[in-house]
């Protein structure tokens, strides 16, 4: 996203969730609202759009619902590319938005709704955490040198308080440059960001 930006490119955010009681306290509540404010400020996105479908419950709600909430949100934002959380992750909630974005957009229809590109991307604790599966495996086919960003994208992350874990957990500041570090190596680069690409539209 920080490489969007100083391309000069428009971005908005999607959060289809939102935290919920008795799950988090409200004082809980209260610091993850602050959070997705301060990161939102941090990384300029042009809109921030949100849903209030609860967290972790996505698989209780109809997914013709959801899938109505995103295609609103496509019409308004006319994306050309979406950026993604992996199919086969082990939230239940990522693989429910996963298939409602691919309902939402489909390909025959790009004239109206405009998006050309979707690729998926790496969540640290659930696409690596999730079981085997030779068919839904996060193989990634596009690589984004962020060398000049991981610096920022760490200080960003760390504006998460309630998301990040001491190291050596999945999302901790330490884990996070590791996976780019790796990432890069594939590359030839210091840092990279892996993805998977579902559709290109030429």
């Known amino acids: ?7 000069g490119d428009s ?3 999607l959060i289809v969730t939102r935290g919920h009681m008795p799950q988090w306290s409200a004082d809980v509540l209260g610091n993850k609202e602050a959070e997705i404010e301060t990161v939102a400020a941090a990384y300029e996105f042009e809109k921030v759009f949100r849903f209030d479908f609860p967290t972790t419950l996505l698989d209780t709600i109809s997914q013709a619902e959801i899938i109505t909430s995103l295609s609103r949100v496509v019409a308004a934002a ?6 993604l959380n992996h199919a086969a992750d082990v939230h239940s909630d990522h693989r429910i938005v996963f298939h ?4 939402a957009v489909k390909p025959f229809n790009s004239g109206r709704h405009g998006v050309k590109r979707i690729l998926t991307y790496e969540t640290l604790s659930s696409t690596e955490a999730a079981p085997p599966d030779h068919a839904h495996t996060f193989l990634p086919t596009v690589f984004s040198d962020i060398t000049n960003f991981i610096e920022r994208k760490l200080d960003i992350m760390s504006l998460y308080t309630s998301e990040t874990q001491p190291y050596p957990l999945p999302r ?11 990432r890069g190596a594939a590359i030839g680069v210091e840092y990279a960001e892996a993805l998977m690409l579902i559709r290109d539209l030429v």
């Open 1 to 7: 996203m920080l490489k969007h930006r100083a391309a």
């Open 100 to 103: 409602s974005v691919m309902s």
């Open 172 to 182: 901790a500041n330490e884990s996070i440059r590791a996976l780019a570090r790796f």
């Open 11 to 13: 971005v908005s955010w």
């Open 78 to 83: 006319r994306p050309d590319t979406i950026y």
